[in-house]
């Protein structure tokens, strides 16, 4: 226990100098528990510029790291645990509550809300190892999705098209509007590839052209979402996997835009 402690404290300071490298501002970082305050991109870094996102799997690596031996040990037990049919150690993660304000919103009711962000994780998320995000306009208006990094595929998809983005966020916006609008639709054709191509070809004609490889990550985000539900479920996408789309997309866009509501 006492070497425990000894490891957690050593990852508290180094994440604190992660968040501050980043240009964050630690407000307590006391290992597996950690406050801080940090813009959703950093433009005045020397590095290539980075994303809040960015930021979330460096403290991941750093954790994994310090915490090498217990996870491999812990690792090791499940495998065992496993083939005797008893029920496995959870390993060691973090999971974040990330709350997107207004540069002008209360600093208390942002951690508020990041709090709340986090409860429902612990509380709600099985496996645990998860980011609650709640990107809030200045309009009040709540864009919620939870990135799983329990599920590495679909986590990945997700970061990349975080991170690749669009050229133009005016299409962008257009084109989460008329999806959404057509939420019935997309769940019934999750898991087909053919029929999420021509539905995105023959929607958004113009756009797809334009956009070719984003309208094929996004199809492939959709299809990985589906096969993660039993073949004889007739719904293929839930709330949480819509949200995560949208809000995937409404992200991306509010990265790109200059809209001034955000």
Request: charged share 30%; aromatic share 14%; net charge positive.
């Amino acid at each position: 226990l006492k070497d425990f402690s000894s490891v957690m404290l050593q990852f508290a300071r180094k994440a604190t100098e992660v968040v501050i490298k980043y240009g964050g501002a630690p407000v307590y970082m006391g290992g597996d528990d950690m406050l801080f305050f940090a813009p959703v991109s950093n433009r005045f870094s020397k590095e290539k510029l980075k994303i809040i996102f960015d930021l979330l799997e460096d403290l991941d690596d750093e954790f994994k790291d310090y915490f090498k031996q217990y996870i491999t040990e812990i690792s090791s037990i499940n495998d065992k645990r496993k083939v005797e049919g008893k029920e496995v150690i959870p390993v060691p993660t973090l999971s974040y509550g990330l709350s997107i304000t207004y540069y002008k919103y209360p600093l208390y009711e942002a951690r508020n809300l990041s709090y709340g962000l986090l409860d429902y994780v612990k509380n709600n998320i099985s496996e645990k190892n998860a980011i609650n995000v709640q990107l809030q306009k200045h309009s009040g208006q709540r864009i919620p999705f939870i990135l799983k990094k329990s599920n590495a595929t679909i986590y990945q998809k997700a970061i990349s098209i975080i991170k690749t983005g669009v050229k133009n966020p005016m299409f962008l916006n257009s084109f989460t509007y008329k999806l959404e609008t057509q939420g019935t639709l997309l769940i019934q054709i999750a898991n087909d590839e053919h029929r999420l191509e021509h539905f995105f070809k023959n929607y958004f004609n113009e756009d797809y052209k334009q956009n070719q490889s984003f309208f094929e990550e996004i199809s492939h985000l959709i299809k990985l979402l589906s096969d993660q539900k039993p073949t004889q479920k007739k719904e293929r996408l839930n709330k949480e996997d819509l949200e995560l789309i949208y809000g995937i997309l409404r992200f991306v866009h509010f990265m790109k835009s200059e809209d001034k509501d955000f």
